[in-house]
């Protein structure tokens, strides 16, 4: 299973932007996608959850002024993550971790994953 977030780089103050992650590999099923970001010193945040099966979204109570945030699926195997009015605050490594499960090989069964992404960079200049 390998996980990818695309869409990072360097946004003015005030702009948007738009992040996407992407899950492929031999999967059964995807349960939840989580957006995660974690600046510079500080530990990682988790911003939303997406479960997959109830078609809902979660928002992490700690996110401020999330209202600037809108993450959703395609309810297949890529989450967006829409920033607008971005701060120089937004400034942070910006990752995707996916739980579900794979088919095991001959056997029926479902086995449980969960995988990272390797981050994209977004950086907001003032």
């Known amino acids: 299973v390998q996980v990818e977030e695309t869409g990072g780089g360097g946004v003015q103050a005030g702009g948007s932007l738009t992040l996407s992650c992407t899950v492929t590999g031999n999967i059964y099923e995807i349960r939840t996608m989580a957006w995660y970001r974690q600046s510079l010193g500080r530990e990682r945040q988790l911003i939303a959850r997406?479960?997959?099966?109830?078609?809902?979204?979660?928002y992490a109570t700690s996110v401020r002024d999330r209202d600037r945030f809108a993450i959703s699926s395609d309810e297949k195997n890529t989450a967006t993550h829409r920033m607008i009015d971005v701060r120089p605050g937004d400034t942070a490594v910006y990752s995707c971790?996916?739980?579900?499960?794979?088919?095991?090989?001959?056997?029926?069964?479902?086995?449980?994953?969960?995988?990272w992404g390797r981050g994209t960079q977004v950086t907001v200049s003032s």
């Open positions: 971790n996916v739980d579900g499960y794979t088919p095991g090989l001959g056997t029926g069964l479902r086995i449980p994953f969960g995988a």
């Open positions: 997406v479960d997959l099966e109830e078609a809902m979204t979660c």
